[in-house]
């Protein structure tokens, strides 16, 4: 995203007010040199691993945006400031699993608390207009600003912000990286702006303006919390009515011990409990491992036989002479291995099935929402139109040899089973309740969908 260089330097200018505000020791400072040539190990990285960069961007665009960064380095900088830098790509690859990251933001965070640093002070959401306005106090608990516009924060107009951390954030598309921006606006704006002992904002709402001065905030942010409490990852809530919310927030394979004790009893009480319709919500889940979903939820819900995928092209990072697979060639294939039902589940759920969608559904949850979408067995609600259905996978990390930042890459892109209409985006009925979930037919499944012939799937 362009954005005036005053801003940006208005943006930059010392911020940090007290030892409490003080961020966790950063890496040793790095050249303008030695950045230019981890920009070079990154572009050579990219062309010889990635397995179609044509998918989200071109190479000529990154060449650009590399070629612009380049003519705008400090003599020295440290880690953070080398990522401010060089993170302006993130965009311009628009792949949420293609960007310039931090070595390990979580560490920094925990370090960062742990030294008595303080953080941006509340939980934020965009407006219709791109606007950040205050959701929840940081962590989440009730604020009174709730709904408030933030107007200014520090003499910097609000929208000057956002683009300015916006132009950082790695997704998709506009919206998708604005879902992010929002969910960890605490750590961007630490990162680029630096973290301060208090904050003075400007607000707006319900057409009154005024000024307010926030302390900066040790609670731990939402998303973190998120994390860490399997209750909060995993839960069912059910009606009388016959309705069920079940939230599954994350597939990270780490947590996969819990969430099949989970769904083995959630769809357990929903069958004693005469639920007939179910929404799966998975608006909050960035991904994870397939077999999270491919074991823990279809067993219950598939009524036919279905596969991950239409067809894939990936980069082969290690020989395989079995296959006739060098290193570095790029493998066109088909998917081949289709899954059954299990009709004779005693759990087996019946009733209509909606999959609730959102900005942050990423990676592993887009093909679990594709397979229920192509093959009939839900209908996406929710909000849609923010990541693409085909989606890159495999993602891997080379860490860029004098910043240590990080170069995440994805060694394989596969299309949908329904097929591949290159960059259509992941769509859903404006419907976000137990209580309209469309009318589903279990066992629909689209023309293209026919089980034909055999394939390699990615490794």
């Known amino acids: 995203m362009p954005l ?34 981890d920009m070079d190990f990154l572009l050579k990285t ?20 590399l070629d612009d960064i380049r003519r705008d380095l400090p003599p020295r900088m440290r880690r953070d400031e080398a990522w401010r830098h060089l993170a302006r790509i993130n965009p311009v690859l628009a792949d949420g699993h293609l960007l310039v990251a931090l070595p390990d933001w979580r560490a920094d965070t925990a370090l960062h608390r742990a030294a008595g640093g303080v953080l941006f002070p509340f939980e934020l959401v965009f407006d219709a207009q791109g606007r950040p306005v205050i959701e929840a106090a940081l962590g989440g608990a009730v604020s009174d600003l709730a709904g408030a516009r933030i107007v200014d924060v520090d003499g910097v107009l609000g929208a000057a912000l956002a683009a300015t951390l916006l132009a950082r954030t790695h997704g998709d598309t506009p919206a998708m990286r604005s879902a992010l921006l929002a969910q960890r606006w605490w750590l961007y704006h630490w990162k680029t702006i630096g ?47 016959g309705a069920a919310v079940m ?16 769904t083995r009893d959630a769809f357990a009480r929903m069958r004693a409990q005469g639920v007939t319709r179910l929404v799966i919500d998975i608006s909050g889940n960035g991904g994870g491992d397939d077999s999270m979903w491919l074991e823990g939820l279809m067993p219950y819900l598939a009524s036919a036989q279905y596969r991950t995928g239409s067809t894939a092209v990936k980069r082969v ?48 949850s887009v093909l679990f929402a594709n397979v229920m979408h192509d093959f009939g067995f839900a209908t996406l609600v929710g909000t849609g139109n923010a990541v693409r259905r085909t989606q890159s996978g495999g993602v891997y990390r080379v860490t860029l040899p004098h910043s240590g930042l990080a170069l995440w890459l994805p060694r394989f892109v596969l299309a949908p089973p329904s097929g591949d209409r290159k960059g259509a985006l992941l769509e859903a009925r404006a419907a976000s309740d137990s209580q309209d979930i469309g009318d589903v037919s279990p066992g629909r499944r689209c023309p293209a969908c026919r089980p034909d012939g055999p394939s390699t799937t990615p490794e």
Not at 4 to 14: A, E, H, K, W
Not at 50 to 58: A, E, I, N, R, W
Not at 328 to 352: C, K, M, Y
């Open 317 to 364: 990072l290690r020989a395989n002479p079995d296959r006739g697979e060098q290193v570095g060639q790029i493998v066109h294939s088909e998917i081949g291995t289709w899954r059954a039902p299990q009709p004779d589940n005693p759990a087996l759920f019946n009733g209509q099935v909606a999959v609730r969608i959102g900005p942050m559904t990423y990676s592993s």
């Open 247 to 262: 939230t599954v927030n994350t597939f990270l394979s780490t947590h996969q011990a819990q969430f099949m004790a989970f």
């Open 195 to 241: 973290a301060s002992a208090q904050y003075s904002l400007v607000l707006e709402r319900d057409g009154r303006r005024w000024p307010v001065t926030a302390a900066g905030s040790a609670a731990l942010p939402r998303v973190l919390q998120t994390e860490a409490d399997v209750t909060r990852l995993f839960r069912l809530e059910t009606t009388p009515g």
């Open 46 to 65: 990219v062309r010889e691993a990635h397995p179609d960069l044509g998918f989200s961007t071109s190479e000529a665009a990154l060449q650009a945006s």
């Open 4 to 37: 005036s260089r005053l801003i940006f330097c208005l943006l930059l200018i010392g911020n940090l007010t007290g030892a409490a505000a003080m961020a966790a020791p950063a890496a040793d400072e790095i050249s303008a040199q030695a950045l230019r040539e």
